[in-house]
């Protein structure tokens, strides 16, 4: 059986390739890359594909039984044709199963909402194919927050507006266990499943870290609209935006939802606290 996954160089595509080929073998295993040299390194075949060409798609996905679609970072309205190329050139190339790396979140309300939006469309978009399918809604991921405490540790604090929002965080490991499961098990077909784990607030986080890291950060709640202003004066208007939109999410609720992921991976999440000690050991 070929796998292929798309976006492999990016740092979920590459978490899910490395146990995948685990799994498999690395034989069995196809990264597809917009730049191949940026994938040379997990020592598997990389074809090249663009998520706007449909023609590199349909030669990225010959001899290929199922895909693994990563989510594209694009705009949320070029995300929808772009997803749709993929799955063309799938049908095109008779692949059997397509699974998806959707996301959880609030479809209306905040800033973050026009991204869930076009997630949810390319998941109705995937489920009519007529290909077997599986579709994963990926929790936020704790890394980000642990590649950036030499901010926090300076700053001595952790800053958004989640408020006392309970948020369910994974990491890109574990999303990396729970896909190669989907990817390669016949009994998750048709399922759609929240890849999250435990409900934590941002207060809980921060104590998380200081335990681990022997930090003395707390949590300081600001408004929406200023936590808005300060993301975009840092990370420009997009990216600010959509920040600014996922702890507003938070806050509301949006994302503290149920968890699937022990059905997808026939085991329990890692709690918060161990993903935590797992990235220190690991960086």
């Not at 020592?43 to 594909?49: A, M």
């Not at 290929?64 to 049908?91: C, F, T, Y």
């Not at 991204?115 to 290909?131: H, M, P, W």
Request: proline share 2%.
């Amino acid at each position: 059986m070929k796998i292929a996954i798309t976006s492999v160089n990016g740092q979920l595509g590459s978490a899910i390739a490395m146990q995948l080929i685990s799994k498999i073998g690395k034989e069995n295993v196809i990264g597809i890359a917009r730049t191949p040299k940026k994938a040379e390194h997990l020592g598997i075949e990389i074809r090249k594909g663009d998520y706007n060409s449909l023609q590199q798609f349909n030669e990225a996905l010959k001899g290929v039984d199922a895909v693994l679609l990563i989510s594209g970072m694009d705009a949320p309205e070029k995300r929808i044709q772009q997803h749709r190329n993929v799955i063309e050139a799938a049908k095109n190339n008779s692949v059997k199963k397509i699974v998806y790396t959707s996301i959880v979140g609030a479809e209306e309300n905040n800033a973050f909402s026009p991204v869930v939006q076009s997630n949810r469309q390319t998941e109705k978009d995937i489920q009519n194919s007529g290909l077997d399918w599986v579709i994963g809604r990926n929790g936020i991921y704790i890394e980000p927050d642990l590649e950036y405490i030499e901010t926090y540790a300076k700053e001595g604090e952790i800053r958004n507006c989640a408020g006392d929002g309970k948020c369910t965080y994974t990491s890109r490991t574990e999303l990396g266990f729970a896909y190669t499961n989907m990817l390669t098990e016949a009994k998750h077909s048709q399922k759609i499943y929240n890849l999250v784990g435990e409900a934590i607030t941002q207060t809980q986080l921060a104590n998380y870290i200081n335990e681990v890291y022997n930090t003395n950060l707390v949590y300081k709640p600001v408004s929406i609209d200023a936590y808005k202003t300060e993301r975009i004066a840092e990370l420009g208007d997009f990216m600010g935006t959509i920040i600014a939109g996922i702890y507003q999410g938070i806050r509301s609720g949006a994302n503290h939802v149920t968890s699937d992921f022990e059905t997808a991976s026939s085991r329990a999440h890692k709690s918060a606290l161990q993903i935590i000690k797992d990235f220190k050991i690991a960086n």
